[in-house]
């Protein structure tokens, strides 16, 4: 059995939505989607940079000794 692991878009909503029973958008829900895609934008950013300057250290140790390297992701559970 696998576990659940929800979408981007499924968390974005719940985190619009978390304190409305109705879902229909209003001020504060768009606010919400505001704080969350700044919050995420913010993730994304500094995973680019991490993966970056990974590649970049990967690819002169390559170079200069002559073995490839290749980092693993740190922040991946399983092989895909």
Same mark, same amino acid.
């Given at each position: 059995m696998s576990e659940f692991t929800p979408t981007t878009k499924q968390v974005r909503k719940i985190y619009a939505t978390w304190k409305y029973e109705d879902p229909e958008p209003d001020e504060d829900m768009l606010t919400f989607i505001g704080e969350f895609d700044r919050w995420l934008a913010e993730v994304q950013a500094a995973a680019w940079m991490s993966g970056y300057y990974t590649g970049k250290r990967d690819y002169a140790g390559s $170079?200069?000794?002559?073995? !490839? $390297?290749?980092?693993?992701? !740190?922040?991946?559970?399983?092989?895909?």
């Open positions: $170079i200069t000794g002559g073995i !490839p $390297i290749s980092t693993p992701n !740190p922040y991946q559970e399983t092989d895909q």
